[in-house]
């Protein structure tokens, strides 16, 4: 695919579009969200073709996954050369040298100098499941403490973590209990209503879990482990105050509670860094990662100081988990970001923000713009002396930014986020801008 920019030919959706989205209608589940008739054929580099011949640039990475962008020929050389070699044995009953060697590899650029050793699943959720069940079995205590806003994953463990949008929950309780939720630190939105400055200073969310959780509700010593976005995604892509996962860390320490850092969205690279919490230099016991490590083959990573994992055989396993394809694609996707597409992230990140630098004083429903890398988010309000959330404001940018052929998704409540492949190019981050701050103006008028 030669194209660098998108290419609109048909009407959207377009006739071949119209007859998946039948057929997806009569047959798949009604619970997955879709925000635009988008029917994807191939994707190559940040442009995806749908099933009309229509070329988008996709600014949203297939959810944060494909972090080398689409089809990467390295990628995709080293999955066929595996899938023919071996595809499955289960690596919880039998051995496969990429395994460890994946293994050795996490070990080698997570946070930490200590022994590690690292768990395999197939998603960001079953790593956070694994998390929790670690976090209970060493530490021999139930409750969690997370932060709302935050996403963790859809399943039963997961999910109790989990307070982004009351819709994920509605329906599915009792869930795990033992769970509390603290405010999570906003320094555009400070939940102790505090403007920016004094947000950043103070780091209220986290004094809050000694001041008054520990105080009133919530035994310390009864805590397995704090689990913590450390920049929240689809809480809005909010970055936390410099302090904020030190305090954590502190917190911790001083009640023998386990730090877990849930890096499923913004690691591997996104950031400019490997991992988001490099950016504070906090260092967790547990890190957890999925979404991006693999470019789009599923795999879940949990990687615990070595003393952690004391849980014996039978403890806990996945049947698929570290697959041996998923682990060549996880290998080859780091070597480039290593290489060459986390600096592009870091380069191309600072070139984006600074381009929406302005946009709060230039747009009158753009209230905040922040970010790290190519992990950014922009979101729009009604009022920008009220900050009143102006969600549908964001839905008319979403969807007339994909009939000019830009992917986008929001987060939170009124933000977008810009997410795309760690790869792409001036050219098409300015194109990208461009289209954004189109729509934008138009939804102004």
């Known amino acids: 695919m030669e194209n660098k920019l998108p290419k609109i030919c048909t009407s959207l959706p377009g006739p071949e579009a119209q007859k998946i989205l039948a ?3 009569r047959f798949i589940s009604p619970s997955y969200t879709r925000d635009y008739p988008l029917v994807a054929k191939r994707g190559q580099g940040a442009i995806v073709e749908d099933v009309d011949g229509n070329l988008f640039l996709d600014f949203a990475a297939g959810i944060a996954v494909v972090s080398t962008g689409h089809c990467h020929p390295d990628v995709v050389r080293a999955i066929q050369q595996q899938a023919a070699t071996l595809i499955h044995m289960s690596g919880t009953d039998f051995y496969y040298p990429l395994l460890v060697q994946l293994a050795e590899k996490m070990a080698q650029i997570t946070p930490g100098k200590f022994e590690k050793r690292v768990y395999f699943g197939n998603s960001g959720t079953e790593a956070v499941e694994a998390a929790m069940k670690l976090a209970r ?32 929950r509605r329906g599915f309780g009792p869930l795990l209990s033992g769970v509390v939720h603290v405010p999570y630190p906003n320094p555009y939105r400070c939940p102790a209503g505090h403007r920016a400055p004094e947000c950043v200073s103070e780091c209220v969310c986290a004094e809050y879990i000694e001041r008054q959780l520990f105080k009133t509700a919530v035994p310390p010593e009864e805590v397995a482990a704090i689990v913590v976005e450390p920049i929240q995604g689809e809480g809005g892509y909010i970055v936390p105050p410099p302090g904020f996962l030190d305090r954590l860390r502190q917190i911790a320490d001083r009640h023998g509670i386990l730090l877990v850092f849930d890096e499923v969205q913004c690691g591997m690279g996104r950031t400019g860094k490997m991992w988001a919490c490099e950016h504070f230099g906090t260092v967790p016991d547990i890190l957890v990662a999925a979404k991006g490590i693999a470019s789009g083959l599923p795999l879940g990573v949990m ?12 403890a806990h396993a996945s049947t698929f988990g570290g697959n041996p394809v998923a682990c060549a694609a996880a290998l080859e996707t780091i070597r480039l970001l290593e290489e060459k597409y986390m600096a592009n992230a870091a380069r191309m990140g600072e070139y984006i923000l600074g381009r929406l630098a302005d ?16 992990m950014i988010g922009v979101e729009l309000v009604k009022n920008r002396e009220t900050r009143e959330p102006y969600p549908e404001a964001r839905r008319k940018v979403i969807q007339r930014a994909f009939e000019q052929g ?19 190019d001036r050219e098409q981050a300015d194109f990208a801008v461009d289209v954004v701050e189109r729509c934008i103006a138009e939804v102004e008028k």
């Open 23 to 25: 057929l997806d209608k």
């Open 137 to 168: 079995y060493h530490t021999k205590r139930h409750r969690f403490i997370a932060f709302l806003g935050a996403f963790h994953g859809r399943t039963f463990g997961s999910l109790s973590l989990t307070a982004s949008k009351a819709v994920q």
């Open 303 to 314: 990687v615990a100081r070595a003393e952690l994992m004391d849980w014996g055989p039978g």
């Open 359 to 374: 946009w709060p004083h230039k747009h009158a429903i753009v209230g905040d713009v922040r970010g790290k890398g190519l």
């Open 406 to 424: 830009l992917l986008i998704l929001g987060c939170g409540e009124n933000t977008v986020r810009l997410m795309p492949p760690l790869l792409i």
